[in-house]
């Protein structure tokens, strides 16, 4: 407790240093208007901060009234900052981060975490994301922000209401729907790793009820890391100059239709697509260094791919309103790259496909009274299917002298279900609100393995198998809100979070095809929220609990009961438990002044866990979950003419220090130190356009966020994935 409280008070001095030198830096910059104080006050609300509305209970409120943790970014707020997805928001979201695998270190199998729930990349994921109230499967968790209205993080379990691998939160993006508006607007950003990105979207009215909207994004980037290993090795010599190690190319674009009929009913179809080729740096920097530069004998580009459609029918009926969502998406990743990671063995070639596909249809009938009392049930039903693609050609490694080689290791997973919920919100009188919430749900999974791989001397497998299991649940949420004031309120709630079981991705052998149990918790948490100063000041407080039991956790398993031949699988630990809080502060002191303020701790540990090679991890850590995240935030914003303002924005970024790996044999776990991050901007804004000068990780902090270590070596060979080094840029957008 001592310890986190020196942590804690190391972190906020150091962040209240960089924040007071951002803040002062705004202020001497652009002194505030003479009298802009005493105008704001005698306004009595002109300083008064925007209300937000979300809909994270399925229905528009204030973020002030919803009894839950959770934050909402506008689309302008991601545009200012050039968040792409929701990797970007880590540090400023508290006790949010990723996790990560041994079998690959790229986004296969990199899924989010949130209050330490899902912290190993493990069966399903435990945080899903949405677009406008579409399940994306698990490749498609850092989709991109195109043309977007706003995104929600939710904290804890939504599976009432959002159903599938919802047990750490969910990732709401609520898409810009076209209406009466005529809109369109252009954008171009280039920055000093001669990335350039064009964006461009229109959107209006095209008669009798018709809507329509359609944005495109082009983006081509050199990157910023470097390998010298493949120009040397291509003839160039010692001392060659190097190539780029993670450039690409992007391509999206989204499509949108609305009709609205006389009778209120509403049709809104949506489809999007994006395909980026192009190197990631993997598998990374070896370790120990601080610098850019990776050492792979050889580049292959990788492709991802995701494409997706949605078409919601909203039908008014006399005691309320029918809601049909239908979705699908097809995403997919081939991921080729160097195992060693370096010249000193050659020809070590790993290739990784992975394809996801999704259908799926909501019914929900929804009514109510407005404040007083509001119902919802519903019906889902999905199929998703799931191919991963192993293959291996290792002919040199240390472990195995005549190297391994893995033809096919090929991975099937079918998923079919049902849920029914349902959800009822009452208000005895004004200032309570009871809220009670149920879903059963039902999974089949049914896994096909393929086998074709030799170990020259030692194992030699080609077998195929089939296997399927079950899973049944009810999760069920309740919440107590009371209002003291107009703007102040306090919240209880308890939620059961569920995650369904099933097969591991990449068994050996059939029976290294085991299967998993369901994961289950239960979530307590309690809050306060208000708005205070005629609404200049705005804070979030939550504190929670989380007990798990059967935890899903990446682990070891040994091929025909060799301690030799370890392969990864999947396994459920005893009990855990994970604790903690997030304050979120808002104010503004005066007209054109918005400061921000986010901290967040989870306490993450095992109670009762003995791994698959017989060892005791009871009171440990998990890993990839930072104990403290923190951010500090300033914008200010006076105008320099009329029609034109100039907007200074600085924010500090603090993640804390994590453990990368399981930490079971052969997937060793490595301590990955805490980091900063300083971003500047400085912008000049009239109401058609804006010009963007921005400096991302001005001081450019080394930053390694997890660790890839090579296996069948004789000592580790680990390598850190890491964020941009320090990216000074300039982006000019024009709407009309």
Not at 105 to 117: A, E, Q, S, T, Y
Not at 318 to 332: E, H, V
Not at 708 to 720: C, D, G, K
Request: net charge negative; aromatic share 12%.
């Amino acid at each position: 407790m001592c310890a986190s409280i020196e942590k804690l008070a190391r972190v906020s001095a150091a962040a209240s240093r960089t924040f007071a030198l951002c803040t002062w830096s705004l202020l001497v910059l652009a002194p505030p208007p003479v009298g802009a104080q005493d105008e704001g006050a005698r306004a009595g609300g002109v300083a008064a901060l925007e209300e937000v509305i979300v809909t994270a209970r399925k229905r528009e409120e204030r973020l002030q009234d919803v009894p839950l943790s959770l934050q909402s970014f506008s689309a302008d707020t991601l545009f200012a900052n050039r968040t792409e997805n929701v990797v970007q928001l880590i540090g400023s979201v508290p006790n949010l981060y990723t996790s990560s695998n041994l079998l690959s270190p790229g986004k296969d199998f990199v899924n989010l975490v949130i209050r330490g729930v899902g912290a190993q990349s493990a069966g399903t994921p435990a945080v899903g994301t949405f677009v406008d109230g579409v399940y994306l499967p698990a490749l498609s968790f850092d989709i991109g922000y195109l043309d977007v209205e706003r995104v929600e993080i939710l904290r804890g379990p939504q599976g009432t209401l959002f159903g599938r691998n919802t047990e750490g939160g969910a990732l709401n993006i609520i898409l810009s729907r076209p209406d009466e508006r005529t809109l369109a607007k252009v954008a171009l950003t280039y920055d000093d790793f001669e990335t350039v990105k064009g964006q461009g979207s229109v959107s209006g009215p095209l008669g009798n009820g018709f809507f329509a909207s359609g944005a495109v994004e082009i983006e081509s980037s050199e990157g910023f890391m470097r390998n010298r290993v493949v120009v040397e090795s291509a003839g160039g010599g010692a001392g060659a100059s190097a190539t780029s190690a993670d450039d690409y190319h992007r391509y999206a674009a989204r499509l949108a239709l609305r009709k609205v009929l006389d009778s209120g009913t509403e049709f809104y179809f949506s489809g999007d697509g994006s395909r980026r080729t192009g190197l990631d740096g993997l598998p990374g920097i070896p370790r120990g260094r601080k610098d850019y530069f990776i050492e792979s004998d050889f580049q292959i580009d990788a492709v991802y791919e995701n494409y997706g459609a949605s078409f919601v029918v909203d039908h008014p009926l006399g005691i309320g309103t029918l809601t049909s969502i239908t979705g699908y998406r097809d995403t997919s990743t081939l991921l080729p790259f160097d195992f060693d990671g370096s010249d000193e063995f050659t020809g070590n070639y790993h290739d990784l496909r992975s394809r996801q596909e999704i259908l799926s249809e909501e019914l929900r009938l929804s009514g109510g009274q407005g404040g007083s009392f509001n119902w919802l049930l519903g019906l889902y039903g999905f199929s998703e299917k799931h191919v991963q693609e192993r293959t291996f050609q290792l002919p040199e490694v240390e472990v195995f002298p005549e190297g391994i080689f893995v033809d096919e290791q090929t991975q099937s997973l079918q998923r079919r279900g049902v849920a029914l919920y349902g959800d009822v919100t009452f208000a005895p009188w004004p200032r309570l609100e009871l809220n009670a919430g149920l879903r059963y749900s039902y999974e089949e999974i049914r896994s096909a393995v393929a086998l074709d791989f030799e170990i020259p001397g030692i194992v030699a497998v080609d077998e195929s198998s089939r296997d399927r299991v079950h899973d049944d649940e009810i999760s069920h949420t309740a919440s107590i809100r009371y209002k003291w004031l107009p703007d102040l309120m306090s919240y209880l709630r308890y939620a059961r979070g569920y995650r369904a079981g099933g097969f591991p991705l990449a068994p050996a052998s059939a029976t290294t095809n085991i299967s998993f149990l369901p994961e289950i918790s239960n979530n307590y948490e309690i809050g306060l929220k208000g708005r205070l100063g005629t609404g200049a000041f705005e804070f979030d407080l939550a504190a929670f609990r989380i007990d798990i039991s059967d935890q899903q956790l990446s682990t070891i398993v040994f091929l025909n009961g060799d301690p030799n031949l370890p392969v990864a699988s999947v396994g459920n630990a005893g009990k855990s438990r994970s604790e903690g809080f997030e304050a979120q502060l808002t104010a503004r002191p005066f007209t054109g002044l918005e400061l921000r303020a986010n901290v967040g701790r989870t306490e993450a540990k095992y109670e009762r866990y003995v791994d698959t090679v017989g060892v005791d991890r009871s009171g440990e850590r998990f890993p990839f979950v930072p104990e403290w995240t923190a951010e500090f935030s300033g914008t200010y914003r006076f105008e320099v003419r009329p029609d034109i303002a100039l907007e200074l924005y600085g924010a500090y970024r603090y993640v804390d220090d994590i453990l990368s790996g399981s930490g079971v044999d052969i997937d060793l776990q490595f301590p990955v130190p805490s980091y900063r991050i300083v971003d500047l901007r400085a912008s000049l804004v009239s109401p058609s356009w804006r010009v963007d000068i921005f400096a991302d990780n001005a001081t450019d902090e080394f930053a390694e966020t997890r660790v890839f270590n090579a296996f069948f070596f004789l000592e580790p060979r680990p390598f850190s994935i890491v964020l941009p080094k320090r990216r000074l840029g300039v982006s000019l957008s024009y709407q009309f």
